[in-house]
């Protein structure tokens, strides 16, 4: 059976806590929708932050919403060696020992001393397909990604199986541009 998956390239954002939120943005302050993603609830936010590294800061990084229990700042290697940080390759909310740095709003600014990582690449896929395909949540998978000049076999990709997640993969602008890639691009789980 084919197990073709849309491929979506998640730039460098920001999840925030309510009590970072209010110290960046202000009291009471409700984050703005500017577009919903493909995973059901989640949305790209008008706020953006600066996140500050020993070497260089980083301004208009998106929030995505809603809020979260945990700050968590997601770049790729190239941004995040840009700025100075050693970050790992971690899961998001894995973010146990990850690397630090100063993240600034509009109204005030914070300082993480954890919750910077380099996204892992994964596949989010609901238990209906993820029962359809054999697979099963936090099985490690190889994706083609059939870009027409660069196409490209990921190793090393994370399934995530959960009732309220939409089929699709999702990879870093590192990777995004390894491959290629641009417009609506599918995986195929090997
Ligand atoms: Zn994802």
């Known amino acids: 059976?084919?197990?073709?998956?849309?491929?979506?390239?998640?730039?460098?954002?920001a999840h925030l806590s309510p009590a970072d939120l209010e110290t960046l943005f202000g009291k009471g302050h409700q984050l703005t929708v500017k577009k919903m993603l493909s995973q059901p609830g989640q949305f790209a936010c008008e706020e953006k932050v600066t996140v500050v590294g020993p070497k260089k800061e980083m301004a208009?990084?998106?929030i995505l919403g809603p809020v979260r229990k945990d700050t968590q700042i997601e770049l790729s290697l190239t941004d995040?060696?840009?700025i100075g940080i050693t970050a790992p390759i971690r899961e998001s909310g894995d973010i146990k020992g990850s690397a630090s740095c100063t993240i600034i709003g509009p109204v005030g600014q914070i300082v993480v001393s954890e919750g910077l990582i380099i996204a892992k690449r994964h596949v989010h896929l609901t238990?209906?397909?993820?029962?359809?395909?054999?697979?099963?949540?936090k099985q490690v998978v190889t994706v083609k990604v059939g870009t027409p000049e660069r196409g490209l076999i990921f190793d090393d990709v994370v399934i995530r199986v959960r009732a309220d997640f939409a089929d699709a993969m999702h990879i870093d602008t590192d990777e995004g541009n390894a491959a290629a890639l641009s417009g609506v691009v599918y995986g195929f789980i090997l």
Do not use: F, Q
Request: no cysteine.
């Open 127 to 137: 238990p209906a397909t993820a029962e359809a395909w054999g697979l099963k949540d």
């Open 60 to 62: 208009g990084i998106s």
């Open 80 to 82: 995040a060696r840009a």
């Open 1 to 13: 059976m084919e197990r073709k998956v849309l491929v979506e390239v998640s730039a460098r954002h």
